[in-house]
T-cell receptor
Framework: SQTIHQWPATLVQPVGSPLSLECTVEGTSNPNLYWYRQAAGRGLQLLFYSVGIGQISSEVPQNLSASRPQDRQFILSSKKLLLSDSGFYLC?????????????FGEGSRLTVL | AQSVTQLGSHVSVSEGALVLLRCNYSSSVPPYLFWYVQYPNQGLQLLLKYTTGATLVKGINGFEAEFKKSETSFHLTKPSAHMSDAAEYFC?????????FGTGTLLAVQP
């Protein structure tokens, strides 16, 4: 069966510090991978998605970047965090473009920037 | 571009009462539609999905939704609410490789 892991689960970072959130999927190959951010009252905002190694699509201009160094690994990064980067970050995967697009989510990473 | 609108950011029902969470979509192509549930500090879990075929879709935990093309709606219902249904619910529509989510509806269940 497929599983998705993301870490860390919680982190508190000062403004201006770097960020690295990691996500790994097991039990499937060549998944589509996604990073969403959830802020209070704003639903889920798609930040990045990837359909293959090294292929990243950015949905919104922002202070963040994403990378996919391996088939089942997706990393969200920032060089200098802003207060507005606080939120609940969710990694997800799907089976690919031929499927219905159903997403399978990780447990989330809560980031607080102070 | 595809989008979804969830009417009512907060809904409160009594235990045993009908649950109705509203979702309207906008799509230029036949849509795939989804309802997800999120419990506090957790990821999202799929409740049900509509792809093709039968327009009444049954999901987990007694929830169901009906795809109504004429109304561009995909409302989520459950005949009798349980305390464990208290959570946030998200409607979503497929857009190529992506899912576009609504802003969510927080369901409270009163004893």
């Amino acid at each position: 069966s497929q599983t998705i892991h993301q870490w860390p689960a919680t982190l508190v970072q000062p403004v201006g510090s770097p960020l690295s959130l990691e996500c790994t999927v097991e039990g499937t190959s060549n998944p589509n991978l996604y990073w969403y951010r959830q802020a209070a009252g704003r639903g889920l905002q798609l930040l990045f998605y990837s359909v293959g190694i090294g292929q990243i699509s950015s949905e919104v201009p922002q202070n963040l970047s994403a990378s996919r160094p391996q088939d089942r690994q997706f990393i969200l990064s920032s060089k200098k965090l802003l207060l507005s980067d606080s939120g609940f970050y969710l990694c997800a995967w799907s089976k690919g473009t031929a499927d219905t697009g159903e997403l399978f989510f990780g447990e989330g990473s809560r980031l607080t920037v102070l | 571009a595809q989008s979804v609108t969830q009417l009512g950011s907060h809904v409160s029902v009594s235990e045993g009462a009908l649950v109705l969470l509203r979702c309207n979509y906008s799509s230029s192509v036949p849509p795939y539609l989804f309802w997800y549930v999120q419990y506090p500090n957790q990821g999202l879990q799929l409740l049900l999905k509509y792809t093709t075929g039968a327009t009444l879709v049954k999901g987990i935990n007694g929830f169901e939704a009906e795809f109504k093309k004429s109304e561009t709606s995909f409302h989520l219902t459950k005949p009798s609410a349980h305390m464990s249904d208290a959570a946030e619910y998200f409607c979503a529509v497929s857009d190529g490789n992506k899912l576009i989510f609504g802003t969510g509806t927080l369901l409270a269940v009163q004893p």
